[in-house]
C-alpha cells in the first residue's frame, strides 16, 4: 500500500503540484494523467524521493525514500546514455545490482533470472547486440527488462511508450499485466487517451492538484477529464 499525505512540490517559482493526498492498494496498474505540464514527473520523482518536497509518502508504513530498493523507475527520456558500450544483457543485469555488490559474482540464479527477463521482452534474440543499436521501443524493453531483474514491488514508469512502435507497445504492456498478476504495484505516467480503458484498472488525473483518482470505469469520465484538460481536450 502506498500512502500519499499533502504532498507538495515547489521549484523556484512554480508550485507544480500542490497538497495531493491518496492511498494506492496494489496489486494494480495505475495510469498517472494530465496535461503537458500538469506535474505528472514531478509527482514520480518526489514520491521517490529525488525532489525536495512537503508531505509524506509511505510505503507500507515507511517512509518510500528510504525502501528504494523495493521500488524501480524509468524516467521519461530515459538520461543513460544510448552510445555507452554495453551489450542488451549487460544492461538487464545492472538491475541485480540493487541487490549484488558488482565486484560479487553473478550466482547461476542471477543469470537465469537475466535470461528469464529478456525472454519476457522478446529480446532474447538482440541480446549480445549494444544498446546503441536499438530502436526506441526495443530499448524501453531492455529498461523494462532491467525492472524485472531488479524484483522490485512497485514499478514507476514515466512515459513508457513515448514515440515506440506498437509491437514493443503490446510486449511492454502484456509484460506489465504479468507482473500485476504477480502482486507488483505498477504506476505509468501516460498520454495517450485512448488506450487509458485497456491498461489502467485505476486512474490520476492531475493538473497541480488532484482532479480524481479511483476505478477507471469511474473516474475515467468526461467530467474528470475537461476538469483536468480543459481547452487542451
Ligand atoms: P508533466 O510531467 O506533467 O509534463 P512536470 O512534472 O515535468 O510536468 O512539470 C510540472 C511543472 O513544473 C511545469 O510547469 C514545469 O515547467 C515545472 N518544472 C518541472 N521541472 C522543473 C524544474 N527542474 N525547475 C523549474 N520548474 C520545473
Ligand atoms: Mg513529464
Redesign the pocket.
Known amino acids: 500500500m502506498i500512502q500519499i499525505e499533502h504532498l507538495s ?1 515547489a ?4 508550485l ?2 500542490e497538497d495531493l493526498s491518496l492511498t494506492i492498494q496494489g496489486p494494480t496498474i495505475l495510469g ?1 494523467l ?12 518526489a514520491m521517490l524521493g529525488l ?1 525536495p518536497h512537503s508531505g509524506k509518502v509511505l510505503l507500507d508504513q515507511k517512509d518510500l525514500g528510504q525502501v528504494l530498493q523495493r521500488v524501480a523507475y524509468v524516467e ?1 527520456k530515459t538520461a543513460i546514455d544510448f552510445h555507452f558500450p554495453i551489450t542488451v544483457r549487460e544492461c538487464v543485469s545492472l538491475g541485480l545490482y540493487p541487490h549484488l555488490s558488482i565486484f560479487k559474482r553473478k550466482s547461476k540464479e542471477d543469470l537465469q533470472k537475466v535470461e528469464d527477463a529478456l525472454k519476457l521482452v522478446n529480446l532474447l534474440d538482440l541480446a549480445d547486440r549494444q544498446i546503441g543499436q536499438l530502436s526506441g521501443g526495443q530499448f524501453q524493453r531492455v529498461l523494462i527488462a532491467r525492472c524485472l531483474v531488479q524484483e522490485a514491488e512497485v514499478i514507476f514508469l ?2 513508457p511508450f513515448a514515440g515506440i512502435d506498437s509491437v514493443s507497445e503490446d510486449i511492454i504492456m502484456q509484460t506489465l499485466q504479468t507482473l500485476k498478476k504477480e502482486g507488483k504495484t505498477i504506476l505509468i ?1 501516460h498520454h495517450d487517451l485512448s488506450k487509458v480503458p485497456a491498461y489502467f484498472d485505476q486512474v490520476l488525473l ?1 493538473h ?1 492538484k488532484l482532479i480524481a483518482f479511483g476505478k477507471t470505469e469511474e473516474t475515467f469520465t468526461k467530467e474528470n477529464l475537461h476538469a483536468a484538460y480543459g481547452h487542451e481536450l
Open positions: 512540490v521549484y523556484q517559482q512554480t507544480a503540484l498517472i494530465g496535461p503537458n505540464g500538469a506535474g505528472k514527473s514531478t509527482l514520480i520523482k525532489l521519461q514515466d512515459e505516467v492531475l497541480r
